[in-house]
């Protein structure tokens, strides 16, 4: 893994700040499945992709908090539109992933786009830690 993110805890136990613990009580209750992700680093920015099979735009959530970044949803069934579920053996699963973002990094042009079940976040590097070419004179 680079250094710019870096993932906390792969086995969901996540650190929580104090403003996470104020709406989290009912949420560390509820066990979640952690997102296999990919990650994709060049001279402009990292690319993440997550894993989020059977989640909708609605059920999830992206959140940055200072150096953190969140990445919260729950998977949904879906039905025939004319029928309602009497039994079900399947369980759609509530996901969680927390990253540690570099300094480097411009979390507030952070873009995210959710396609057949792949969230795609493109984190672009800030303008002063993209690499560029320093012109050398000769006198």
């Not at 403003?19 to 979640?32: I, L, V």
């Amino acid at each position: 893994m680079n250094t710019n993110i870096q993932t906390q805890n792969r086995e969901g136990n996540l650190p929580e700040t104090a403003a996470q613990q104020s709406g989290a009580d009912q949420a560390r209750d509820k066990p979640f499945v952690v997102p296999p992700v990919d990650v994709f680093e060049n001279e402009s920015g990292i690319t993440l992709l997550a894993d989020l099979p059977g989640v909708s735009r609605d059920r999830l959530g992206v959140r940055v908090d200072g150096e953190s970044l969140l990445i919260e949803a729950t998977a949904a069934t879906v039905g025939p539109p004319d029928m309602q579920p009497v039994y079900g053996e399947a369980q759609y699963p509530s996901y969680r992933r927390q990253f540690t973002l570099s300094r480097e990094l411009d979390a507030s042009r952070i873009e995210a786009i959710l396609k057949d079940g792949v969230l795609k976040l493109s984190i672009p590097k800030l303008e002063e830690a993209k690499p560029r070419r320093i012109e050398v004179q000769v006198n």
